[in-house]
């Protein structure tokens, strides 16, 4: 069953694309994408929920929410999440 998220703030834009986001149980979830690699888990360095070669380039370091969301749609669950975008792009994005 996936995790279900209730909220996310991108807290970079690229290389690496990473993201804060919390759980449906307040569990602190930390995603990141760099070199064409993306990683989720509880935490920094904690234990991991997800990863995978994501990026169609060695480097790749950016990726959309959209992509995000396709490709950890096994595992994550975003139809309730509040997307925190406004502080970074100043103005709303939608999906």
Same mark, same amino acid.
């Given at each position: 069953m996936p995790i279900?998220?209730?909220?996310?703030e991108r807290t970079c834009f690229a290389c690496p694309s990473q993201w804060d986001?919390?759980?449906d149980q307040g569990n602190y979830i930390y995603v990141r994408f760099r070199h064409g690699y993306l990683t989720v888990s509880y935490d920094v360095g904690g234990e991991m929920i997800? =990863?995978?070669e994501a990026g169609e380039y060695a480097d790749d370091g950016f990726m959309t =929410?959209?992509?995000l969301i396709?490709?950890?749609a096994k595992h994550l669950d975003f139809t309730s999440t509040q997307w925190i975008t406004e502080w970074r792009t100043g103005f709303d994005i939608d999906f």
């Open positions: 279900k998220i209730v909220r996310a986001m919390w759980d997800f =990863e995978s =929410e959209p992509q396709d490709i950890t």
